[in-house]
Structure formats: structure tokens, C-alpha cells
């Protein structure tokens, strides 16, 4: 995480639970960057301070996220799958960002294999499996945000 956020000028991650959301940012924060968190969903006092900071990271949690959105962040970590693909794609309105990446435990694996699924005809076009995530996206500009949809390129990444 460190390293994403040390080459994104906005990153933004997302936890399922408050708790999650606590612990990933006491860790960044110990680890030097610069952390805004975001859990509670009457509050946009998190999403000011990272509009504000030009190199900082979002904590937060998906209700958070989804009550104050939309975020433009560089990129979006989901620090654990969507609950479903209609969470999923809350989250996706929520945070404007060109990358989505999703961690997946092993205890998320169902609910990961179920929303590939939704997305099955979505294959994108190649592979780019020598090629770094700063290659293909830019990740010091919130210009671009990713959507789903068949017609967006997609590369999947290796286990």
C-alpha cells in the first residue's frame, strides 16, 4: 500500500468495516503518508482534507464513501470485495477514479467468483502482463474514471 500511495497523488481505499478502516490508516500513518479518515457518514471533513492535501491517501469505509461521493481519487483500492455487484457498482459511482483494484481474501473468494461473473463478457483486448500499473494509467491524474462496461479495457491481474 505504501508504494501505491507513494506514486499516487490521491489514493483512495476502501474498507467494509470501521475497524478495517482504523487499522489500514493507523498503518499507513505509521508508515509516513499522509492519511485522511473517513467513517463517519455525517461528516465530509475527510473528503475536504483530501481535496485539500495534494499527496494524501482516503481511508474510509463503503458507507462513507457512497454517502459523501462522488471522490475523485488516481486510484481506488477496495481493501476487500463488494458485498455485491450493486455495492460494487455504488462504489464505482462513488469514486471517480481510472483504477479499481480489489483484494481478495480467501474467505471472499464466492463472492469474488460471483462478481467476475456479472463481468464474464467483459475480457478486455490482450493481455498486458509485462506491463506495470504506471504504464498503463497514470496515477498523479483523476482525468480519467473507470466504468463498467464491455467496451472498457480490462487487465487482469496474475495470482
Not at 31 to 45: E, F, M, N, R, Y
Not at 104 to 111: A, C, G, Q, S
Not at 138 to 146: I, R
Request: charged share 20%.
Amino acid at each position: 500500500m505504501v508504494s501505491f500511495a507513494a506514486q499516487t497523488q490521491r489514493l483512495a481505499l476502501i474498507a467494509n468495516s470501521e475497524r478495517d478502516a482504523d487499522e489500514y490508516a493507523q498503518r499507513l500513518t505509521l508508515s509516513g503518508v499522509p492519511v485522511h479518515l473517513g467513517t463517519d457518514t455525517s461528516s465530509g471533513a475527510a473528503v475536504k482534507s483530501f481535496y485539500a492535501d495534494a499527496s494524501s491517501t482516503l481511508v474510509a469505509t463503503h458507507e462513507y464513501a457512497v454517502t459523501q461521493g462522488p471522490v475523485r481519487a488516481s486510484m481506488t483500492i477496495h481493501l476487500r470485495t463488494a458485498l455485491s455487484v450493486r455495492d460494487y457498482a455504488k462504489r464505482l459511482d462513488a469514486l471517480a477514479s481510472a483504477v479499481h483494484l480489489s483484494f481478495v481474501v480467501p474467505e471472499d473468494e464466492k463472492r469474488a467468483s460471483s462478481l467476475l461473473s456479472h463481468f464474464e463478457h467483459d475480457q478486455g483486448h490482450g493481455s498486458a502482463d509485462d506491463a506495470t500499473v504506471d504504464q498503463l494509467i497514470d496515477l498523479t491524474s483523476t482525468d480519467e474514471v473507470a466504468m463498467v462496461s464491455n467496451v472498457r479495457r480490462r487487465f487482469p491481474l496474475g495470482r
